[in-house]
Structure formats: structure tokens, C-alpha cells
């Protein structure tokens, strides 16, 4: 098997992590009055066993939804080894019956029917694949719904996600950096695995996951107390701005630009902003990489004092 493909069968197993109901239940509780008289989408949670599915189906009236519509993926239609009647579906809960329609395309998100599906819908909810985060996130900016998402959290520093979440238009609420996760049956254990589910299914916790929304959002925030030092905190080489390796580094008494290690994400500090990457892309609000004294450094978020969208509505 060559490197890439050994890359690829990674990044499929990766994907391949299931939500538990505690994580769910922690995850929309601040958010349930958003939720009342909605139609919920779960535009990549496999039908009726995700578990998503099942937490709002069954408080369907303590919640008050109007409806749930769950979509169901086929990966093999419109492809070489299709058979006939292998479509997508769409599963449907208004709170008195239940129904499943084909969709006479794959199901995925952004197959047609998925397209029209987010048309007709208040809140999309779910845990996409990761891997697929830097299509489906876009998708959701340019819809007029409320979303509120399960995502590795670096991906607002992707190129098509950072200018949104610089405009406050993605917001990120984490615990304590990282979610538990269920693995399919069969899923051969390995040593990030640290506990089981209340069925004996292996569950590992994931670093970096949280969830993403653009509903406003109480983030997880700190105040910073480090005092500007010249040696702690060098100028960069080739823009004004200095340096903070580590987030208990970012100066609190520097008016002007900072770059922060990406686990500011995790714990924002309070009364800064976004406003850019310092690292090796080359996107339009990527500034260059870091360097100091010559010396590369790894990539960092830009920020400055000032306030943000991303916190002022909570």
C-alpha cells in the first residue's frame, strides 16, 4: 500500500467516531431555546442510528420540536457497482409518525437532495466527517439556518472557515480540549482508548474537537497577566508583531500584534481578536510564516487588542 493510500485508510478511520448521548446532551444544552418549534436537519448522521437521532426523537415534546429529518447516505449510488433502488433516504419524525423517503441521489449533504433539504430547515445539528469539514462548513455559511456542529476545531483556520470566524460568523465552545467519542464494533482497540460506553463499545478521547456554531456562544475564555519581555516575546522578522509561544505568554500590556499558538482556540484570551495566520499558506489572510532571528517558527493565529464578534454575544 502506498504512503498515500495508507494516508487516505487513516483519515477514513478517523472519520469513523460517533457522538455518545453525554456529549450531545452537554453539547445543546445551551442552546434548547434556539431549538423550540424548529425543524431539526441531520444532514450527515446516517438515518436513525445516529444517536443524535435518537436523543431528539425521543424528547421530541420536552424539546418542542415541529419536525426531525435525519439523512441517510449511500456512498455507492450513481457509481460502477450501484444496484438499482440504492439511493440515499431521508427519515422523518413530527412527533406523531415516523416516515422514510428514497431521495433518488446519494443523500449526502450536498447531493441535490441534501441541498434542498437544508432549504426547508431552522437548525442543522450533527458530527460531520471531519476530513470533509472544509466543504461542509462553507455549505452551512451560506445557508440561512442556525447550525451547531461537531468539528475539529482547527478547521476555522482553514481558508475558505478563517475570514467567518474572523467576522465572529463561526464561534468555537470547548470543554476541556477534546470530546469522547464511540468507535464502530470491530474496531480494533489501541492505546488512546481510556474507557467504554454503558453498551461495552470502546470510546476514545479526541483533542482539539469541540463544537462549532454560528449561534451566539459563551466561549471558554482566560484573562492574560504575562507582562511584554523582549526576550520572551521577540519581534518577528518580517512583520510587526511580536511573539507569544505559549498562550500564558501573550502580553497583556502590548497595543499591537500578537502571534498566539493555535491553542488559543481552546481557551480564548479575553479582549483580543482575530485578525490572521502567520504560517506558510498562502491564503488572503495568511501574513507569512513566523520567523524570529532567522528561525521558523510553527504556524501562529494574529491577533490584536480590540473587541470581536466572536464574544460579545452571549
Keep these: 500500500m502506498t504512503n498515500s493510500s495508507l494516508l487516505a485508510a487513516q483519515a477514513n478511520a478517523d472519520d469513523e467516531f460517533y457522538t455518545p448521548l453525554f456529549e450531545i446532551e452537554h453539547g445543546l444544552a445551551p442552546y434548547l431555546d434556539r431549538l423550540r418549534g424548529s425543524r431539526i436537519l441531520l444532514n450527515t448522521n446516517d438515518g436513525q442510528w445516529s444517536m443524535f437521532w435518537q436523543y431528539l426523537t425521543g424528547r421530541f415534546h420536552e424539546l418542542g420540536l415541529r419536525e426531525v429529518v435525519s439523512m441517510e447516505y449511500n456512498p455507492d449510488h450513481g457509481t460502477l457497482f450501484a444496484q438499482p433502488g440504492d439511493t440515499g433516504r431521508l427519515h422523518h419524525y413530527d412527533g406523531q409518525r415516523m416516515w422514510v423517503e428514497d431521495t433518488h441521489d446519494s443523500g449526502g449533504f450536498d447531493a441535490p437532495s441534501g441541498l434542498d433539504a437544508l432549504r426547508h430547515t431552522d437548525v442543522v445539528l450533527g458530527n460531520p466527517p471531519f ?25 476555522v483556520l482553514y481558508s475558505r472557515i478563517l475570514p467567518a470566524f474572523i467576522q465572529g460568523q463561526v464561534r468555537v465552545r470547548t470543554g476541556n480540549g477534546g470530546m469522547w467519542f464511540r468507535l464502530p464494533e470491530g474496531h480494533t482497540p489501541h492505546a488512546r482508548m481510556r474507557r467504554v460506553d454503558t453498551d461495552g463499545r470502546p470510546m476514545v478521547r479526541v483533542t482539539n474537537t469541540g463544537w462549532l456554531t454560528n449561534m451566539p456562544t459563551e466561549p471558554n475564555m482566560f484573562t492574560p497577566t504575562h507582562r511584554y519581555d523582549p526576550h520572551t516575546n521577540p519581534l518577528y522578522d518580517t512583520i510587526n508583531a511580536v511573539d507569544a509561544p505559549s498562550r500564558n505568554l501573550i502580553p497583556c500590556d502590548w497595543a499591537g500584534r ?57
Design 131 to 155: 476530513t470533509r469539514l472544509h466543504d461542509y462548513v462553507p455549505l452551512l455559511l451560506a445557508a440561512p439556518v442556525d447550525w451547531l456542529i461537531v468539528a475539529n476545531i482547527h478547521c
Design 258 to 314: 500578537v502571534g498566539a499558538p493555535v491553542s488559543i482556540l481552546n481557551r480564548w484570551p479575553a479582549g483580543y481578536r482575530p485578525i490572521g495566520m502567520l504560517s506558510t499558506g498562502h491564503g488572503p489572510l495568511d501574513h507569512g510564516a513566523p520567523t524570529v532571528q532567522g528561525r521558523a517558527l510553527y504556524k501562529r493565529i494574529l491577533i490584536e487588542p480590540g473587541p470581536w464578534a466572536g464574544v460579545l454575544e452571549q
